[in-house]
């Protein structure tokens, strides 16, 4: 079966029939409050005072509610009437917004706490619209929520990436935007348990809580910023002309069936410079 976003842009796939499973769906609703209180925990919000949260892509008020049962306060914002008049229907006590994401929020600056996005970041990866381009949509994004956030806050994005350069594309323009923090994933090795959340956090470089499910030894993934990911990526490969570089290129040469001399002590040593 097909993702969702690519069978019809947000705000006619979660029409009225896809909206109504949202309240009769026992296990749609157990997933989506599991997702939301590990996102919350995720936000580490002060236990002794109520915050004031945004929830992107809140659709019929699920994650809502569990950011009530917290004793926090929320506003709403999705892309589908439908799921909006459904939120209306259960009478959650959230504020609710009409929009669309990939046009940035329109929120005054440092309005929240917090923020946190469950199943909806993947969307903006998508081009509905030919004149949609997701880097820019993206970007827009990113700032305006960069913008509307108190300084020392996070958000927490629980997403489904389609591949790694979907997971690139999404962390290098919230880098831009300004964000640090970086990917965690939860369950790595399950099939069924493993899930994705994007911890973005607006008070300088932090480390990223510990995943669920993973060993001591597993790490995930982190961006501070562009400069640090460029160095990552060069500091993984081995310098020019040493043996570990000679050694590899050898054995390179040796799978396609080139004759290659055997390695010795000497490989990769420097030779004296000759009088």
Known sequence: M???EHQAPPEIFYGTDEAEKYTNNTRIMSIQSEMSERALELLALPEDSPSYILDIGCGSGLSGESIEEQGHVWVGIDIAPAMLQVAKE???????LLGDMGEGMPFRPGAFDGAISISALQWLCNRDKSYHKPGKRLY????????CLSRGSRAVFQFYPES???VELITSMSMKAG??????IDYPNSSKAKKFFLVLMTGGNQPLPKA??????????????RRERIKQIRGSKNAKKTKDW????????RRKG?????DSKYTGRKRKVAF
């Open 2 to 4: 097909s993702r969702p």
């Open 90 to 96: 259960r009478e959650t006590e959230g504020d609710f």
């Open 140 to 147: 827009t994004f990113f700032s305006t929520l960069y913008a």
């Open 164 to 166: 790694s350069d979907q």
């Open 179 to 184: 964000f640090t923090g970086g990917v965690l």
């Open 212 to 225: 669920l499910g993973v060993d001591e030894t597993e790490e995930s993934a982190i961006f501070e910023n």
């Open 246 to 253: 000679i050694k590899e290129r050898k054995e390179r040469a």
């Open 258 to 262: 080139k004759d290659v001399r055997s």
